[in-house]
């Protein structure tokens, strides 16, 4: 989907090389950020909302999770609550992911740095996981407790950034960075890798 999108942007801006092509890449992870999320959003509610009810028997399941967000909260206020902040945080990990693994890249192979193969892609992934992390734990934070929060508790996502930073400080935005950043490391890791491989295969037929 990105580089579907980045190289369609490519092709109606004439854009070839430096700034222009960081603003078509920025463009492009922030436009397939944003349409994943507007149709991720209900599952991700419901995900959220089973992990913190947890064994308490609030849920008989993920149907009847579904069901009931949408019965006692509504279609906008229950299934698409917090749907702000996700598409921001998919935004910045998509552009941390997408984008930075890119440049990454392009810099280390321009800089003969390394070659275009498996340890310029491995490399690249970790700067890619490690940005996109630093980038998103802030945003991952107030989403979770937005969606997790009794109606009523903050009037709006802006409330509950404010709320969080006076009670907990700023570290409060970066609770759970390593195992956030080991998890972002490791699936990028595996994505690109994976993807550089197949990318690969495909190109000799």
């Known amino acids: 989907g990105y580089e579907t999108v980045r190289e369609l942007y490519q092709d109606l801006s004439g854009a070839k090389t430096g700034f222009q092509m960081l603003g078509i890449r920025i463009a492009a992870g922030i436009t397939t950020g944003t349409l994943a999320i507007l149709c991720a959003q209900p599952t991700d509610v419901v995900k959220v909302r089973m992990q913190a009810a947890g064994q308490n028997g609030q849920y008989k399941g993920v149907v009847d999770a579904y069901t009931s967000i949408a019965r006692q909260e509504g279609f906008r206020s229950g299934l698409y609550r917090g749907t702000g902040p996700n598409i921001a945080r998919n935004c910045i990990i998509n552009v941390g992911e997408t984008v930075v693994y890119d440049i990454a890249k392009d810099t280390f192979i321009s800089s003969n740095l390394l070659t275009d193969g498996i340890h310029c892609h491995l ?49 409060a935005f970066y609770k759970g960075f390593n195992a956030s950043c080991m998890r972002l490391v490791s699936w990028n890791i595996v994505l690109w890798l994976s993807w550089e491989q197949i990318k690969l295969q495909i190109n000799k037929f």
Request: aromatic content about 6%; overall charge positive.
């Open 123 to 171: 490399s690249s992934a970790v700067v890619a996981g490690i940005t996109a992390t630093l980038l998103a734990s802030p945003v991952d934070v107030v989403k979770t407790r937005y969606m997790n929060a009794p109606r009523g508790k903050y009037s709006g996502v802006l409330q509950c950034v404010v709320s969080t930073a006076r009670k907990e400080g700023f570290m």
